[in-house]
């Protein structure tokens, strides 16, 4: 019974530990003076509206219409950086204000209302923003107190050195060395074939596009952090499940719900590889150890997720579990200012924002892979039911971003400006299949 007892036990401890240790980070960067990023949250803002002004709007998506695609939610989360209350941290780190200057704001906004039905108005978040930095307006403001926003931890201390502009480029360069270091440690720790497919899975999927919004880049920075540690230390990751869970909360905590399923799946494909190397073998036992670490990192992620939600009802008497719950369930439901929205249209809409040419690459290097693998075989397959399990259990990650899509479609259909990217993890985990299936990886005989 006991034994039994003392792994939730440490969940438990574990998920207390990262919730105060949140709360403490989101405190101590709230306290930082406005002063010391009045200067460049001008510039941000001035920046933002020039981009607006002065590039093509990249536009797919009818919500954002008149609004550079990636400004909408950028500017949101320097507005709610920039709306901090100094003298009151905790209420403003956990309430998360946008337009909000303490002692001038008359109207505050509870976070409440069902984005995308039709008779809510359509907000230009950068035009806002640089009204608010400017004072050229007397705006509404609004609470957001759904998500953590813990990327405020990193943000605002940024903001004291930078401008938007180079915390775009000082991101996209911390993305490129963390890229590098993962690829080299598949290569070294795993093989050179996964290294490279790993690789071009982000070169076709232009994923460096993605230093256009801090807000998209988060959950591929957390996944990269994670392989790296999972790369550097499995043969000393005695839990694997409860690394998860921590990836999990931390996932929760900074993203604003973009691409989270890529900090499971992707680890999880880098995890299978490196338990494949191992000379033990039970496939029931990895089954069930996969299966509880996909369990782990939901319960981290939902946890932390809930933890907001009840801490914000108990201090601030906000009813958010409800708004939060309606939220999800609005986000689930196939529909959008009442209009019926199809999962073929979901789908459609995702790979519209993909693009051709990827899909062309996918299919190009899928059949370069066959004809390396047939050649380098000689056409020979060695298959068994234990290893033929294991490459289905792969085929089942690639196809996890349709089950994302079919779980959310509202949110799929709306922000398919980012969703899309979800299918970084069908090519790579297909390509491994793939990859393993023909037996690329196999010494010629």
């Known amino acids: ?22 709360i403490l980070l989101g405190v101590a960067t709230s306290l930082i003076p406005k002063s010391l990023i009045e200067e460049n949250s001008k510039k941000s803002a001035e920046y933002l509206a020039n981009i607006n002004h002065g590039v093509d709007i990249i536009q797919k998506d009818t919500f954002y219409k ?91 201390p940024m903001l004291i050195l930078f401008s938007y502009d180079m915390i775009e480029k000082l991101s996209i360069t911390f993305f490129i060395i963390l ?17 490279i497919l790993f690789l071009l899975s982000f070169i076709i999927m232009n994923l460096f596009y993605i230093s256009g919004s801090i807000n998209e880049i988060t959950c591929f920075i957390i996944m990269l952090c994670a392989n790296i540690y999972i790369l550097i230390n499995y043969s000393k990751i005695k839990k694997a499940s409860l690394v998860f869970f921590i990836i999990g909360s931390i996932t929760s905590f900074l993203d604003l719900l973009t691409n989270p399923l890529i900090t499971i799946a992707i680890p999880l494909c880098i995890y299978m590889l490196l338990k494949e190397k191992e000379k033990k073998w039970n496939l029931k036992e990895r089954i069930i150890e996969y299966l509880k670490i996909l369990i782990a990192w939901l319960m981290g992620y939902g946890l932390t997720w809930f933890s907001k939600w009840l801490l914000v009802d108990i201090m601030y008497n906000r009813n958010l579990i409800e708004v939060a719950l309606k939220q999800m369930i609005y986000r689930m439901q196939g529909k959008e200012c009442e209009q019926i929205i199809s999962y073929g249209f979901v789908i459609s809409n995702n790979m519209r924002f993909l693009g051709k040419q990827v899909l062309y690459m996918t299919v190009i290097i899928s059949i370069i892979i066959m004809l390396i693998g047939i050649i380098k075989n000689k056409g020979k397959l060695i298959i068994n039911q234990t290893n033929i399990t294991q490459l289905l259990m792969y085929l089942a990650i690639s196809l996890l971003p349709f089950i994302w899509y079919f779980v959310l479609k509202n949110h799929s259909a709306v922000h398919a400006r980012f969703t899309h990217r979800l299918f970084i993890i069908s090519i790579f985990a297909f390509w491994t299949f793939l990859a393993k299936f023909w037996g690329v990886e196999r010494k010629k005989e």
């Open 66 to 156: 008149g609004e550079y695609i990636f400004n909408y939610t950028n500017a949101l989360m320097l507005n709610t950086a920039y709306s901090i209350d100094t003298n009151k941290p905790l209420e403003s780190f956990l309430l998360a204000r946008e337009n909000y200057i303490a002692g001038e704001t008359k109207t505050v906004n509870k976070d409440e209302t069902l984005y995308g039905l039709s008779e809510y108005p359509y907000r230009n978040q950068t035009e806002e923003y640089y009204n608010i930095t400017h004072n050229l307006a007397d705006i509404e403001a609004f609470e957001y107190a759904r998500y953590w926003h813990g990327y405020l931890v990193i943000l605002r």
């Open 1 to 22: 019974m006991i034994t039994k007892i003392k792994p939730i036990i440490k969940y438990f401890y574990t998920f207390i530990i990262l919730i105060i240790i949140y």
């Open 179 to 195: 890229l590098g270091i993962c690829t080299y440690l598949i290569s070294k720790k795993i093989n050179k074939v996964s290294a």
